[in-house]
């Protein structure tokens, strides 16, 4: 049977082209951080330089020559007809290897470069335009981007829409043909239940999350509940930034960053938790494999299912404020004098239609991104002009959420994911969050004691049993696959509708 030693050749190709990766990502890391304004087109130019480098690495005559040695590069079957097996994990990595390669392919590296370059960019300005609010300031990168995702789509191919194009990017196998069903399900439920809510005589006060809350505390707690998680500060670090964002290097080095407001005390420390997930989901990869696809996670996904799951069926749960909210109240004496579990329990439970994505609550969050999913696929189809976006993003908000942006920073421009060119990224959340539910009964069927043990302030129970079922397999299986080893079952928006019609029912007394 052969190994993946046998691979090696390969693989230590590999690894070079992620070394560059990384490096890469280093420098849009410190663009988001520390890089002063002034920097901003020469550091566009350095990540493009370094992009095009790892693209023209990734499809030289050098690795195709390697790779075809064992799969047929046009169509990624086994090229040894001698019989011989692999272990699984080869398989697996010459099924990803195959997957990477041709797709990478099909793109030119001077249009890798020139879209590297832009979106650099378009970032930069995006900032800028959210901090001024004008829209008008962003448009004209903002077309740019598109008109190369939508040049990126053609050449990748695609079935039925450019669309589908991009969303397998980030989420492999995904189509909308398979995702508009799962929205329309919860769309079905998800409405009435807020409008159940909404209608209730059950009235929750959030002021308190709004008194003034010092900078340093908040950043304080952040990092003590990001060490009780099992985020590892030996080899990551908590930063800020404009947009909560987690960088990964190598299982040694996974930085997360938040962002702190004196007057929302919800902010800084929810942004903590689930960049918490993602960190913690980049420190379990297998270091064993970097390099390779089978050191990497598998898809979007799968990483929001971690991040969410912290975040809300553990970061809101009763059992998880037990432990912690005591230390908060101590941080915080003067803002929580007097505030007891239950009340602080049902205020970060709110249910309220929002503005921002980031800060919705868990019921209402899905309807952020199916706007989004909306209006993103036919911006990608040329359906929608981004000239139009600010009516269209107001529109929709009414519509999904009963509320109008006043501003365009509130609206269109409160994400930073087209600036950065990730079209077809948004639906990922609402996967996250379905498989994250899952996820979390899983652990709770197989560790009896979770809930008393989260109650005790014990994460790292939790912590060990998602490293094990998820983090160290990276690509090893697809999503669908790996859903499927871990629940029993594939994805389904079933439990997380059950979870968030339990759980709002009996706050709101429904």
């Known amino acids: 049977m052969k190994t993946l030693s046998t691979l090696e050749p390969l693989t230590t190709r590999l690894l070079e082209i992620q070394r560059i990766n990384s490096a890469a990502s280093l420098l849009s890391w410190d663009q988001e951080t520390y890089m002063p304004t002034g920097g901003g087109e020469a550091r566009a130019e350095q990540i493009a330089v370094l992009q095009g480098i790892a693209h023209q690495k990734l499809v030289s005559p050098d690795v195709q020559s390697l790779l075809s040695q064992w799969v047929d590069p046009a169509t990624g079957l086994a090229a040894d007809t001698t019989g011989d097996t692999w272990d699984e994990p080869s ?15 099909k793109l030119p590296s001077e249009f890798v470069v020139k879209l590297s370059r832009e979106c650099s960019l378009a970032q930069q300005v995006w900032a800028e335009a959210r901090e001024h609010n004008t829209f008008s300031m962003f448009l004209p990168n903002l077309r740019i981007v598109l008109d190369l995702k939508r040049e990126e789509a053609q050449y990748l191919g695609y079935h039925d829409s450019p669309y589908n194009a991009l969303l397998d990017v980030y989420e492999p196998g995904a189509t909308i043909a398979g995702l508009q069903p799962v929205f329309a399900t919860l769309k079905a439920r998800l409405v009435p239940l807020l409008r159940r809510i909404t209608e209730s005589r059950v009235q929750i006060d959030d002021s308190i999350l709004h008194h003034s809350y ?8 952040g990092r003590l509940v990001l060490t009780a998680m099992g985020y590892d500060f030996g080899r990551g670090r908590l930063d800020l930034s404009a947009h909560p964002f987690t960088t990964s290097f190598h299982p ?113 969050y899905n309807l952020h991104i199916m706007l989004r999913f909306e209006i993103e696929q036919d911006l990608i189809e040329g359906k929608t ?19 109008v942006p006043p501003t365009d920073t509130e609206g269109v421009l409160q994400d930073v994911h087209w600036s950065c060119g990730s079209f077809g990224y948004f639906p990922t959340y609402t996967l996250g969050n379905l498989y994250s539910v899952q996820f979390f ?66 706050l709101y007394q429904l």
């Open 252 to 364: 040694t080095d996974v930085r997360v960053t938040t962002r702190v407001h004196e007057h929302e005390l919800q902010s800084c420390l929810f942004s903590c938790i689930h960049e918490g997930g993602h960190g913690l989901y980049d420190q379990g990869l297998d270091q064993r494999y970097f390099g390779t696809p089978l050191g990497d996670s598998v898809s979007l996904g799968i990483h929001e299912s971690q991040s969410r799951l912290w975040e809300n069926c553990v970061g809101r749960s009763r059992p998880f404020w037990r432990f912690f909210y005591p230390m908060l109240r101590q941080t915080f004496h003067d803002q929580l004098h007097g505030v007891e579990i239950e009340q602080f329990y049902a205020t970060i439970n709110r249910v309220i239609p929002s503005l921002i994505r980031v800060e919705a609550d868990e019921l209402t």
């Open 214 to 221: 010092d900078h340093a505390r908040q950043l304080e707690f």
């Open 385 to 403: 002009q981004p000239d139009d976006l600010p009516v269209i993003w107001n529109r929709k908000m009414e519509d999904y959420l009963g509320i």
């Open 441 to 506: 009964e899983q652990a709770t069927l197989e560790m009896p004691h979770l809930e008393d043990e989260i109650a005790a302030g014990q994460l790292m129970g939790l912590r060990r049993w998602l490293e094990q079922k998820i983090h160290r397999w990276g690509r090893m299986f697809t999503p669908a696959h790996l859903a499927e080893r871990v629940t029993g079952s594939g994805l389904s928006p079933e439990p997380f509708l059950k979870y968030v019609e339990r759980k709002y029912g009996e």
């Open 91 to 105: 398989r697996s990595l010459l099924r990803e290897i195959w997957r990477d390669f041709s797709r990478a392919k």
